[in-house]
């Protein structure tokens, strides 16, 4: 026999159509973060008001051809960063790239993100269970890498009301989500004190999406 059933380096299935790579992008994490890094210093980290008047706990920022965004009006998808009225950074190309190999990887080859959302949490944020339904064609997948402190990932079904799988999600992880488990909720529990050697107390998520 192969130790092919033993293979940590393959995907892991959370879901139909979900894919966890545990530690896949640790030897390019270096790089990445230094990406991200030229990104925000473009376009900060903000922390934005949902359509019912509360202050999201993460902060985020986008770069590529529209960024996610929520006010008093609605969540949507803009091409300018409200905070400065320019548009919002280009997706680097070694980040689309690497996104596009990671779906292909999992199952979904030809995927061309033209959103990365990054979302930044502090020990203390979270993020509520909630669908990722603001993407003009859903039968694209979204790429998910975490990076700095650790945090449980909740994953439910179709419904709200569904009960909802607990994994953990660390430094270097990624999660490739399409197919039928693209619409289940999901959401971020309390992200617990801490330390990163690479981001200090805080925790990064990087989301590559085709939102138009
Ligand atoms: C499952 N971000 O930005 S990424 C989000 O870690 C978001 O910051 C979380 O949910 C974070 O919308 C979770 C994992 C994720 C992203 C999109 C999904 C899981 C998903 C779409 C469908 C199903
Ligand atoms: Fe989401």
């Avoid at 030809?110 to 039968?139: T, V, W």
């Amino acid at each position: 026999m192969t130790w092919d059933l033993f293979d940590s380096d393959a995907p892991l299935p959370l879901a139909p159509g979900a894919w966890l790579r545990r530690g896949r992008v640790l030897a390019e994490a270096a790089d990445i973060l230094a990406v991200v890094a030229s990104v925000t210093a473009q376009a900060p980290f903000r922390r934005m008001e949902t359509p019912g008047g509360f202050t999201m706990s993460a902060a985020m920022t986008s770069c590529g051809r529209v960024g996610w965004l929520t006010d008093r009006s609605g969540y949507r998808y803009g091409p300018r960063d409200p905070l400065s009225d320019r548009p919002w950074p280009p997706l680097p190309p070694f980040l689309s790239t690497l996104a596009g190999t990671l779906a292909a990887e999992s199952g979904y080859p030809g995927f061309q993100p033209d959103s990365c959302l990054i979302n930044r949490y502090e020990p203390g944020a979270r993020m509520a269970l909630h669908q990722d339904k603001d993407e003009r064609d859903l039968s694209a997948p979204i790429v998910s890498l975490s990076f700095g402190l650790s945090a449980r990932f909740l994953f439910g079904g179709a419904r709200r009301g569904d009960p909802t799988q607990k994994i953990p999600l660390h430094h270097g992880d990624v999660v490739v989500w399409g197919g039928p488990s693209r619409l289940f909720f999901h959401g971020i529990g309390t992200v617990p004190k801490g330390h990163h050697p690479a981001l200090g107390a805080a925790r990064l998520n990087l989301t590559f999406r085709k939102a138009l």
